[in-house]
């Protein structure tokens, strides 16, 4: 047998250094991938809860608005031009009306097919049309909230790879949903949205 010679020794020598130091390394990137992962502003959710009074029969009204469907597989970033052009869009053309006034009641979501409507037909025509342009359906869930004067708003959250997004009629920028400083309540349930869940307050 030929004898190793003093590099081969020496290389030897340091292989378990460098094994140690190649662990260290991918230890590093991945806990780092995985707290970016845990740390991604996304709403925290709770127990299943009733539906917002105007939400009772959403289901049935509008069976898409309830829908599962799987990953669209559009690129994220087209993803993102889709969801800024038809939020600000349909901020424009719709007009915002009380349900008290146009229905004669406080709480009725629909479809705004009049060009005019209240925070949660804002949100429902966002997500339909949103829809009809490829966008997965469990990415795009209807909330309920308190706003900054405390009072009752419905908004279309989109849940992107940097966390929930708001999309809001009294704005065209969309925020991220703790840039908003609402009070969050309710949520669509993203793996069943025909049901609602309470949002975490933790």
Same mark, same amino acid.
């Given at each position: 047998m030929?004898?190793?010679?003093s590099? @081969?020794?020496? +290389?030897?020598?340091?292989?378990?250094?460098? &094994?140690s130091m190649?662990?260290i390394?991918c230890?590093?990137?991945v806990?780092?991938a995985t707290? @970016?992962a845990s740390e991604?502003?996304? $709403?925290?959710?709770?127990?299943? =809860? @009733?539906?917002?009074s105007?939400?009772k029969?959403l289901?049935k009204?509008?069976?898409w608005?309830c829908a $599962?469907? +799987?990953?669209?597989?559009?690129?994220e970033? #087209?993803?993102k031009?889709?969801v800024?052009t $038809?939020n600000t869009?349909?901020n424009?053309?719709? #007009?915002?009306?009380?349900? *008290?006034?146009?229905?004669?009641t406080?709480?009725y979501?629909?479809?705004p %097919?009049?060009?005019?409507?209240d925070?949660e037909?804002?949100?429902l *025509?966002k997500?339909?049309e949103l829809? @009809?342009n490829g &966008?997965d359906? %469990?990415?795009?869930?209807?909330a309920?909230v308190?706003? %900054?004067?405390?009072?009752?708003?419905?908004?279309l959250?989109y849940? !992107?790879s940097?966390g929930? &997004?708001?999309l809001?009629n009294?704005?065209?920028?969309i925020?991220s949903?703790?840039?908003?400083k609402?009070?969050?309540? #309710? $949520?669509?349930?993203? =793996?069943h949205?025909d049901?609602?869940?309470q949002v !975490?307050?933790?």
């Amino acid at each position: 047998m030929t004898e190793p010679t003093s590099a @081969q020794e020496r +290389s030897s020598e340091k292989l378990p250094v460098y &094994l140690s130091m190649a662990c260290i390394i991918c230890s590093y990137f991945v806990s780092a991938a995985t707290l @970016q992962a845990s740390e991604l502003p996304l $709403i925290k959710l709770d127990r299943e =809860i @009733q539906a917002p009074s105007g939400a009772k029969s959403l289901c049935k009204d509008y069976s898409w608005a309830c829908a $599962i469907t +799987s990953n669209s597989g559009l690129p994220e970033a #087209r993803e993102k031009q889709i969801v800024e052009t $038809i939020n600000t869009r349909v901020n424009r053309k719709i #007009r915002a009306v009380s349900d *008290q006034s146009q229905y004669g009641t406080n709480e009725y979501w629909t479809l705004p %097919t009049q060009g005019s409507g209240d925070c949660e037909d804002f949100a429902l *025509q966002k997500k339909f049309e949103l829809m @009809q342009n490829g &966008l997965d359906p %469990t990415k795009l869930l209807i909330a309920t909230v308190l706003d %900054t004067n405390r009072s009752g708003h419905a908004v279309l959250v989109y849940r !992107s790879s940097e966390g929930d &997004l708001v999309l809001d009629n009294v704005t065209n920028r969309i925020k991220s949903w703790k840039e908003t400083k609402y009070l969050f309540l #309710r $949520i669509q349930d993203p =793996i069943h949205p025909d049901r609602w869940v309470q949002v !975490s307050k933790g």
